[in-house]
Every structure is written in structure tokens, then in C-alpha cells.
């Protein structure tokens, strides 16, 4: 079965400060893939990225950045320098290769005050 | 590009009725899922098509909900006899395949759905 961990339900940061989400999955499969998407009050969830499980090399694009440890099953995200518009739900999922579906997290709120 | 398109965005309907909800897929997509997002179990898979192969249906919660798809682009899910149970937000993706190794899932923006 496969399983996915979003502990943190509501967050809510300073406009600039930092803002880490924790995912912690589970799953018996060798070849997984793993993926971030965010929610924004609109609902539509737009993909923000995804690792295979035979690649841990950690990646930062513009204000996001994502930390991958297959040795404690963990896909964290961290927002920098948050700003307004990062208010969202965000949720990390999980598919296995050959399994179409995506197994989601129960999301984490993030509010951003100004 | 217009990405996925779902309708309508809000449904109501009374307990008892049978209700139709629309995905239009992103253009040369073949594979298209269904998902709902409801409080209690969060983001839930429901059905999924690849092309003409015949459909995963193993997330479908009960025989009340089927989905149809259409000359391998638009689909319909269709809830028969709705319960208050099913409220919920009805989410649609599509992809350009059903490999997740070489596809990425997008989504439109749902239909929520409200059963009074």
C-alpha cells in the first residue's frame, strides 16, 4: 500500500520568513515517483515537480527548493522569502511506476500574513 | 494552450437525483483521471482511461459513480441516486500518457458538488 504523511495541517509565516513542508511516505515499490503540487483558492492544483526515486540529487528553483532522503522516506519543501501569493494548499504524492495513480497527502494550509 | 476544462464548476442537486459532471482534457492527452477531494478522506483516486484500453475504475467508492469517455477525449462522471455523502470537490486530470514515468498529471479546477 502506499501512504503519504503531510503532519502539519496549517501554517501560517511572516511575509519574507522561510516556510519548510514536511511529506514522509510509504511504499513497498523499488520505482516511485514523488511529486509536489499547490492549491490555490481557485482549486485548480498546478504541478510544481517531481523526482524519481534513483535520483536524490536535491533541486532549487527560483524561491523553491526541495530536499529528498529516500533513507527516511522524506520529500521536503521549503518556500524562501515567502511572499502573499505562496498562500495555498500544498500537497506532496506518491505513484508507483506501472500504477497511474497518485496517492496524496492530506495537504498542508499555508498562510502568509503581510 | 487551454488547459483542463471542467463543468460546471458548481453543481447542487437534491439528495436522490443523478448528476453529470464534465472533463474536458488538455488537447492530444490520451490518459484522463478522475479524482475527488472531500474533508474527511482528502484527495481520493477514482477512475482512470488510457486511450481505448478499458478503464481503472478500483477507486470508484460504490456503483452509484461511473464515468464515460467519449472518442478518447471528453469524459463524464456520473453519480446516480446522490447521497449527502457525496458532496464533495470533483477533480479531473489529464496527461499525455499512462506512464507516470513519462507523464505529469494536470488538473482543472473542479466541480464542486453539493447534495442537500
Known amino acids: 500500500a502506499q501512504k503519504v504523511t503531510q503532519a502539519q495541517t496549517e501554517i501560517s509565516v511572516v511575509e519574507k520568513e522561510d516556510v519548510t513542508l514536511d511529506c514522509v511516505y510509504e511504499?513497498?515499490?523499488?520505482?516511485?515517483?514523488l511529486f509536489w503540487y499547490k492549491q490555490p483558492p481557485s482549486g485548480e492544483l498546478v504541478f510544481l515537480i517531481r523526482?524519481?526515486?534513483?535520483?536524490?540529487q536535491n533541486e532549487i528553483s527560483g524561491r523553491y527548493s526541495w530536499n529528498f532522503q529516500k533513507s527516511t522516506s522524506s520529500f521536503n519543501f521549503t518556500i524562501t522569502a515567502s511572499q502573499v501569493v505562496d498562500s495555498a494548499v500544498y500537497f506532496c504524492a506518491l505513484s508507483s511506476y506501472g500504477n497511474n495513480r497518485l496517492a496524496f497527502g492530506k495537504g498542508n494550509q499555508v498562510v502568509v500574513i503581510p | 494552450g487551454a488547459g483542463v476544462s471542467q463543468s460546471p464548476s458548481n453543481k447542487v442537486t437534491e439528495k436522490g437525483k443523478d448528476v453529470e459532471l464534465r472533463c474536458d482534457p488538455i488537447?492530444?492527452?490520451?490518459?484522463l483521471y478522475w479524482y475527488r477531494q472531500s474533508l474527511g478522506q482528502g484527495l481520493e483516486f477514482l477512475i482512470y482511461f488510457q486511450g481505448n484500453s478499458a478503464p481503472d475504475k478500483s477507486g470508484l467508492p460504490s456503483d452509484r459513480f461511473s464515468a464515460e469517455r467519449t472518442g478518447g477525449s471528453v469524459s463524464t462522471l456520473t453519480i446516480q441516486r446522490t447521497q449527502q455523502e457525496d458532496s464533495a470537490v470533483y477533480l479531473c486530470a489529464s496527461s499525455t500518457s499512462g506512464t507516470v514515468a513519462k507523464n505529469i498529471q494536470y488538473f482543472g479546477a473542479g466541480t464542486r458538488l453539493s447534495v442537500l
Open positions: 511504499t513497498r515499490d523499488t520505482t516511485y515517483y
Open positions: 488537447s492530444g492527452h490520451t490518459a
Open positions: 523526482r524519481n526515486s534513483f535520483d536524490e
